[in-house]
């Protein structure tokens, strides 16, 4: 394949995947074949990291985007790659990042850290509140200044986007909805600090949860996804501009 970069996620190798190379025989996993798409080297690229919630909307930026940026994301060979929490995203953030120059990098770290785990720092959850979560508050703070501070390096626009809220009694595994604000507090003052955006997806969403979220669950149903990444297309585009 051709316009790809190398990504990998709890030991999975991965790619940021364009188009297969013209003539090629090879079967494509039907989930890898929707993904793929063929960058015009007139436009800037965005990437976007993000755990499964974001896998949830890209298509929908990326469709939104259309014409105006190449929208990449982290991928497996079977498909869109969860970016996890802040542990992952310090051991794989430069296969992310790859050679490509970016314009805009979109992303959020948060929902994982929060949740209860077995063990800090690895991705085994549980529904016991009395399991640590996966990256204590001081840990996620300290993960997420390295993040930025790596990021800035590309020299790109940077946005992060807030973690989006919890419905109440989820427990598979365990969050807790005021998590999401406590972690949200920490990340959005790491941000002011580096004078980096934020798209306040939490505050933007919240209104409409019932409508948009799944009941006891922190995915979005395909409407839910679909607000979402038009949302995001919308500051993306914003950025884009300045970013060329």
């Known amino acids: 394949m051709k316009h790809c ?7 999975y190798a991965g790619m940021l995947f364009a188009a ?3 003539g090629s025989t090879a079967e494509i996993n039907p989930n890898v074949k ?4 063929t960058p015009d080297p007139k436009l800037p690229n965005v990437l976007l990291i993000g755990d499964s919630i974001s896998i949830g909307y890209t298509l929908d930026v990326r469709k939104a985007l259309a014409g105006k940026a190449n929208v990449y994301r982290p991928m ?4 869109p790659a969860n970016c996890n929490g802040t542990t992952c995203g310090l051991k794989e953030l430069e296969s992310w990042l790859g050679t490509n120059k970016w314009a805009v990098i979109h992303f959020n770290f948060g929902l994982h850290d929060l949740k209860h785990v077995a063990t800090p720092g690895h991705p085994t959850a549980t529904s016991n509140p009395t399991d640590p979560r996966q990256a204590a508050p001081e840990v996620y703070a300290a993960n997420l200044e390295k993040i930025v ?3 800035e390096k590309t020299g790109a626009r940077l946005v992060f986007a807030t973690t989006t809220p919890i419905q109440p009694g989820t427990n598979k595994p365990l969050r807790e909805p005021e998590k ?5 507090a920490i990340a959005v003052k790491i941000m002011e600090n580096h004078r ?5 997806l939490h505050r933007f969403i919240l209104p409409r949860l019932e409508e948009l979220q799944k009941p ?3 995915h979005f149903t395909g409407p839910g996804s679909k607000v979402l990444g038009t949302e995001i297309a919308q500051k993306i585009q914003a950025m884009l501009p300045a970013a060329r």
Do not use: I, S, T
């Not at 999401?180 to 949200?184: C, F, I, L, R």
């Not at 980096?196 to 306040?200: K, S, W």
């Open 5 to 11: 970069l190398f990504a990998a996620c709890a030991l």
């Open 20 to 22: 297969p190379e013209a």
């Open 34 to 37: 929707r993904w793929m798409f």
């Open 76 to 79: 497996k060979e079977q498909g």
């Open 149 to 151: 501070a790596r990021l």
């Open 180 to 184: 999401a604000v406590e972690y949200n």
């Open 196 to 200: 980096v955006a934020v798209n306040d």
């Open 216 to 218: 006891k669950d922190v």
